[in-house]
């Protein structure tokens, strides 16, 4: 389906719409977290998704409430996909007692299960064994849980990505595998790194089935994630999806973002999804009003929470031994 | 194998229903404590290697399959997705107990471990918890190769969050093993393969669950404290029998868990004998036996001589026997040394 | 090319005389180290490849002197197959002094560069980015190096062999990777551990070729893994050959091998290389005599080198510390 | 940063061809001694994740792509081959130093240093050497997770075959490194990410190469030995400094090579001084400064006091830095724990 088939007012355009308000949360919290973490007030490394919003808001709302969700350390949108309230994960990243993990985790590192967000993980690529385990968890415990697990175009070059995909497809497991190529490893381009950069053709290796979507277009991602879901669901086993995205900004707040071949910031800032959406409402009638809105309303939420998570206290020391044993 | 435990174990839970005396080797203990735990933990997976219908390269997971389906399973070569899915698994219910078929093999895979699996419960303030077995084994047994000869518990003993045992009786193999998949944290469990075929004894089976910590004296003595574990502690036996030959009176204490260490009881009997050395077979520079002497150095305790610490060499681990033996300390070499340090 | 194309005296029929020759001396040396343990002349894990000899032997004689051989414990006769002295080899596993590494590797990390043979390797797959790491060696010494790396099916589930792999295809380095499928990893068969057990399509994965072959056919293998070392040799990068092949014995020295499946045996047993060879030669119209020769040759020259090994003295423990440092 | 070592680097081979002394950063002489190690010895190759055409994540390796072209590249994220390659690489002739970009990160593939790399050199009886240098960084810093804020180095200097350094000022960052690479030993360097762009200062370049070992005298005193390394001797030195200021007189012993480690220097400074301490950032269970301890006591070193451990207590790291300043010890609580167990 093409932006164009939309009326005004189709269902089309009202999904879009949701999904640019999403896709808004996600880029206001994040060029928040930027403006906190330049500002002194957040410290340490961040890695921001700015420009694949459109992945983790295709995504949302796949995951039934025994599902578990497993990101990288350029999660926050995930988190946010997942339901994770704001004001927390602002409160984590300020390293505030308020925080989802009580400041322990940290921007890379986010964990909360509540919301069957199982983390974010900061060792490239260890997070698709773990949901191989979630994924386990559910043939055990009779809960039809798919665990879906997302990492980078270079993870798929880890030693751990190969052996989850190998023990999800040997035994079915209810894994879905989802690579958000943005075509960059940190500073390194993907296609330099691998001989067939179509990531995808690896699920064959695994006897799985693997494509390639857009992952710009969240109503895309919904559907084709969906069937993905659906398969695991029902005892197919995993799927490898990878989404087409890019990152418009640096790989961490800080990397100076010099690497950047010719071309590619302007086709990117074509094909993003605040873009994409925007254009497509554009031309499906809809206002420039609710347009804006999606924008404002997303902005001025994340200022009042992040300014209640700035009002928070600072995690506090006494406890920082505690929970290590049970 | 006497064992007079002065600080016996704490337990908790109730004993299991069936309680029940039965000779059984070290390797049948561990296959009785797996399947006592398959039967009262519902919770609970079996995986790893040729662990399920084939029962295990040593035997010791025999008949599990059988009996418990598919919640004991055989995996693919591929420590990585065993560990790893063992800790996703352990986040969402259920108590994954896993084998790593020589501890050597879990250095491909050494980042679930200290990354993932220890931090679950501290990360999310134990909202999440992790309480994953991990049972593997080690030492050195002739013939076998570097990469299949080392003892690297110290290791895993730098890693805060993971609890760490090395059985070395049969009756110690099921108990601890029992503890270990009762515990609510993340336990190693490193058997010895020599001692699999061995030590045919009463083993008393489903007793109360015990909880990890605790040592054993397994010789009481007034000359020199001798702390070791695991395999290693049958030698010092034979060493200290030697030793009490020529009247030197050596008390020898076994501390099966290391995290945690029984620290204070091992400072007690150092300062009582006024000497203290720890045994251990994985090579000195490193190992645990320098954890030891620096607690109880720490502790201000006064000894008589310098502490003695008797380990492999800082070497690797020949294959040739000949070779090897010129290297692992056995009783007689344990003997010597400590008879030359105590002067 | 089949037996039947071969007129007796042709040079099919004399190659396979030779292939039959060698594939004896791998057996006769392995039925003889057998014989060695269970006397408890030598001790500790071994692992035969009775039965599999068809590989190493179709490839003997492809590695020139500039090239590098890495195998796994089960890597007896990939020594004989590049020259190694039997004599050194027996002398090794019967923890002489005059063993090849004078007892400090044993059956299961026999190493001899200078015959090409860059060592056995006990952990399964840390042989594959190892060789990667050869045939970079030779890209900046000028030495046309291809680098052989052997493993199991087991293996292809390892995370450092997908490393390797992908690491030699990015970088077209001059590695060939041999999976010997025996079928079975120790006491769990592959079929049971991977959803599509066609191996050598995990390949495409990497935009490498692959190809499954014959590994009972020496001829075969010569053949086909020649084509693999000729294509690395002039740049074009790795290729995954899989051999097919069988153990006719338990994975190690004492393994009650009681897993196999019904039929197997004897399918193995007709297909194996000496039968095969053996049925080809006759077909060709090869003396008995002639046939007979490669066995008992064989068995004579191994009951020599062992009695020569054996005779000499155990390795010297005062040297157990020496060439840890340089 | 005073360097007055008292027991100098042994030198070997010839300074190179050109000395020179630059104002350089920490990141700066890394950068300075690949720099030369690629330009004199040409087997070395330099590679590892970003390290090339980026210049390093932290920008330690610009400009070595471009002088050097395809002997320095860029690998896939792939530790297991980074490191088995350089196995590889070194048994057949070359001189590979890679980068494993963070220490924890080396969980991954520590297959390859331990059953690996340090195999190489002892099975073969020296027929083959591994001359591989891994160079990586480690260490806590503000915000970082729990999967980037380890100090690891008791994990490798428990592995025989390796050495290992951690250097501290810009000057041993450059000639630590130097030595790594000429050594025919594999070699571990330990950098630290948070000193990169400090330490600006006068940096000899070219001098002769130094043999692995060694260490440096930070600052001379009576009442105490403290032995430290890495990051942590800045923070030590201030404690110290605070100290004396009290009348409380600290001899700092830097010991930037951790293996071979100077135990003769240490327990004589010991015997000296009556008091021995071990300040590192690693937690202390298992960690290296028991080792120290160990040795110090095993020589019958005697002590007015009991010797004192210091180090991040044994819990994981968390990110918040309200939460880590608590945990890791900083100069101020380095100080107050010195001067109570002098009491
Ligand atoms: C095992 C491991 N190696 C290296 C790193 C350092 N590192 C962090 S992010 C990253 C790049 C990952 O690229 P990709 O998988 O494409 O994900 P992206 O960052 O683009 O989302 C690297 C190399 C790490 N965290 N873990
Ligand atoms: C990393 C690692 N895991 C497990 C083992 C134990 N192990 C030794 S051989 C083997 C089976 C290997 O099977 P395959 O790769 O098919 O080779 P084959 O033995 O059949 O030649 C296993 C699991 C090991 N040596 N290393
Ligand atoms: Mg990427
Ligand atoms: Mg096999």
Chains 1, 3 share one sequence.
Not at chain 1, 245 to 257: E, K, S, W
Not at chain 2, 106 to 122: G, H, I, K, T, W
Request: proline share 6%; glycine share 12%; hydrophobic share 40%.
């Amino acid at each position: 389906m093409t932006a164009t088939d939309a009326a005004p007012g189709s269902a089309t355009a009202g999904t879009s719409l949701t999904d640019l308000r999403m896709v808004w949360r996600m880029r206001a919290f994040e060029e928040k977290v930027r403006e906190l973490r330049l500002a002194g007030d957040a410290v340490g490394s961040i890695h921001l998704g700015i420009g694949q919003e459109g992945v983790a808001t295709g995504a949302s709302g796949l995951a039934g409430p025994q599902d578990a969700v497993f990101a990288t350390y350029r999660g926050h949108s995930w988190a946010i996909s997942c339901g994770v309230p704001v004001e927390a994960l602002f409160g984590e990243i300020l390293g505030r007692d308020t925080g989802i993990n009580g400041g322990r985790g940290g921007s890379a590192h986010l964990t909360a299960p509540a919301y069957r967000f199982f983390g974010e993980n900061s060792i490239v690529g260890a997070g698709a064994p773990i949901a191989c385990g979630a994924a386990l968890a559910g043939r055990h415990d009779g809960s039809d849980r798919v665990a879906l697990t997302v990492f980078g175009d270079g993870a798929m070059n880890q030693g751990a990505v190969h052996e989850a995909m190998n023990f999800a497809s040997a035994f079915s497991l209810p894994v879905v595998f989802l690579c958000e190529n943005n075509s960059w490893s940190e500073l390194t381009p993907i296609d330099e790194m691998v001989r067939d950069p179509e990531l995808f053709r690896r699920a064959a290796a695994y006897g799985m089935p693997g494509e390639r979507i857009d992952g710009n277009d969240p109503q895309e991602v919904r559907e084709r994630l969906g069937d993905a879901f659906e398969v695991a669901r029902e005892g197919g086993g995993p799927t490898l999806v990878e989404a087409m995205t890019q990152r418009l900004v640096g790989h961490y707040i800080g990397d100076a973002d010099q690497y950047r071949r010719p071309g590619e910031r302007e086709r990117d800032a074509e094909r993003e999804p605040v873009a994409l959406l925007t254009r497509r409402l554009r031309e499906s009638g809809v206002s420039d009003d609710e347009i804006a809105a999606a924008e404002s309303d997303a902005r001025a939420e994340m200022e009042a929470a992040a300014a209640a998570a700035l009002a928070a206290p600072l995690a506090d020391p006494a406890t920082a031994k505690e929970h290590l044993y049970a | 194998m006497p064992d007079t435990a002065v600080s016996g174990p704490a337990t908790t839970g109730a004993p299991s229903a069936t309680q029940d005396v039965k000779e059984l080797t070290y390797g049948g203990a561990v296959n009785a404590a797996l399947r006592r735990c398959l039967e009262e933990i519902p919770e609970t997976l079996l995986y790893g290697e040729d662990i399920a219908k084939p029962g295990g390269v040593f035997g010791v997971t025999r008949g599990l399959r059988r009996d418990f389906g598919d919640r004991v399973f055989d995996t693919p070569i591929s420590e990585s997705a065993i560990l790893g899915s063992a800790v996703g698994a352990a986040m969402l219910g259920r108590r994954p107990i896993v084998e790593i078929m020589w501890v050597d093999f879990s250095l491909v895979a050494f980042d679930q471990v200290v990354n993932q699996l220890v931090n679950v419960r501290y990360v999310s303030r134990g909202e999440l918890v992790a309480p994953v077995t991990i049972r593997t084994q080690q030492g050195s047994a002739p013939g076998a190769c570097a990469q299949h000869s080392q003892s690297l518990e110290a290791l895993f003993l730098h890693v805060p969050g993971l609890r760490v045992c090395m059985p070395w009786t049969a009756q110690d193999a099921y108990d601890l093993l029992v503890a270990a998949v009762h515990s609510d944290d993340p336990v190693l469990v490193i058997e010895n393969r020599t001692l699999y075929p061995a030590g045919t004894g009463p083993v008393r089976l489903g007793g109360p669950v015990q909880q990890p910590g605790g040592l054993r004296v397994r010789r009481e003595g007034t000359d020199a404290t001798v702390v070791t574990w695991g395999a290693m502690t049958a030698r010092v036996l034979e060493a200290a029998a030697t030793l009490a030959g020529e009247g030197i009176s050596v008390e020898v204490l076994e501390t099966p868990w290391l995290n945690p260490f029984p620290t204070d009881e091992v400072a007690a009997s150092a300062r009582r004998t006024g000497a203290l050395a720890v045994v251990h077979e994985a090579n000195t520079t490193g190992g645990f036996g320098a954890e030891v002497v620096a607690r109880v150095a720490g502790e201000g305790v006064a000894l008589r001589v310098p502490p003695l610490r008797v380990g492999l060499p800082d070497t690797r681990v020949p294959a040739a026997p000949s070779l090897a033996a010129g290297l692992v300390p056995g009783p007689d070499a344990i003997a010597a040394t400590i008879r030359e340090w105590l002067g």
